[in-house]
């Protein structure tokens, strides 16, 4: 028994350093095209993204060209060991794995195609400030996955792509404008007119308004106390939140100022009382309360009564 082991091994043995050779080369095959590989995707991520400013785009494309080039090397290093024909085995089993393993992640599939899509077709750039759903924020990365947001408030957001390319996508940021609003209530004694005048002047005054998209004001309520006015004007949407929250609340404060100081009252809810003309006076009589009276109520019983003081007796 132990002679046939030996013979086992020894057969084992002759094959090894028969295939030696054939492992060496396709080792150093694999080696060389896997740092080939790499400096591949740098090459190309570098002469890219001097071409593009799509990182997505630039991303797939060298993550793709790694891939291939490692797939060239795998099925050229199966050759030289002598498998030419396990590579067609390996690539009708991967088209089965496939289409098995896509029906059980249907979603991380979904999500993976629509970044392919995504990559080269799709609403927003980097740092473009979006609305998806109820997710408000600013776009900070792109994957094949998912798409990174931040928000305002501090948050992050990895989104699925299928839901970025199937919901409907606001962008803030593409065109490069915006249009902001606010309102303001003047007096009904007032001039209107001239209120927005006033508006108006102020607003054109503040330096980051836009001044291609001229700024308006019109009545829009006639309410309880005040006559609102509606006053509209574009910003710059580059940077979100200094183009459209910081500036909005700088013109509402210099229009506020400008309001107040040119005599303008700028009334709260004011609920006013009219009594019928017909009616000659108040049916309302003001008087003094009487002692014991719910205007003026008796002493608690409970209450201690306090003892009167001690007065010494008169001399005689």
Do not use: C
């Amino acid at each position: 028994m132990l002679d046939d082991f030996n013979q086992v091994l020894h057969t084992y043995w002759d094959q090894f350093l028969y295939m030696l050779p054939r492992l060496l080369i396709a080792a150093v095959i694999m080696g060389v095209v896997w740092i080939g590989a790499s400096r591949l995707r740098s090459w190309l991520a570098a002469k890219l993204s001097v071409r593009s400013d799509d990182p997505l785009l630039t991303d797939f494309l060298t993550q793709v060209g790694r891939w291939v080039l490692v797939l060239l090397g795998l099925v050229l290093a199966l050759n030289v060991l002598g498998f030419s024909g396990v590579v067609g085995g390996i690539l009708g089993a991967a088209g089965l794995s496939a289409f098995v393993v896509g029906f059980a992640f249907k979603d991380i599939a979904e999500n993976f195609l629509a970044g392919i899509i995504l990559a080269f077709n799709r609403p927003f750039g980097v740092n473009d400030t979006v609305q998806i759903q109820d997710m408000f924020g600013q776009i900070t990365k792109l994957n094949l996955r998912t798409t990174e947001m931040g928000t305002f408030d501090g948050r992050d957001i990895s989104i699925p792509n299928a839901i970025v390319l199937k919901q409907p996508l606001i962008n803030f940021t593409r065109d490069g404008f915006i249009r902001q609003e606010f309102v303001v209530g003047v007096d009904y004694d007032d001039d209107v007119a001239a209120a927005i005048a006033l508006i108006l002047e102020q607003v054109r005054q503040e330096s980051e308004v836009l001044t291609e998209r001229e700024p308006f004001a019109v009545v829009d309520e006639l309410a309880t106390s005040t006559v609102n006015l509606k006053v509209y004007f574009w910003t710059n949407t580059e940077d979100y939140r200094r183009g459209t929250l910081e500036l909005r609340s700088r013109v509402m404060n210099r229009v506020k100022i400008a309001l107040m100081a040119g005599g303008y009252a700028l009334p709260p809810d004011i609920l006013e009382l009219r009594l019928p003309t017909k009616m000659p006076a108040l049916p309302v009589q003001v008087a003094m309360a009487e002692p014991g009276t719910l205007a003026d109520p008796p002493d608690d019983p409970k209450k201690p009564v306090p003892s009167p003081p001690n007065v010494a007796p008169p001399a005689r």
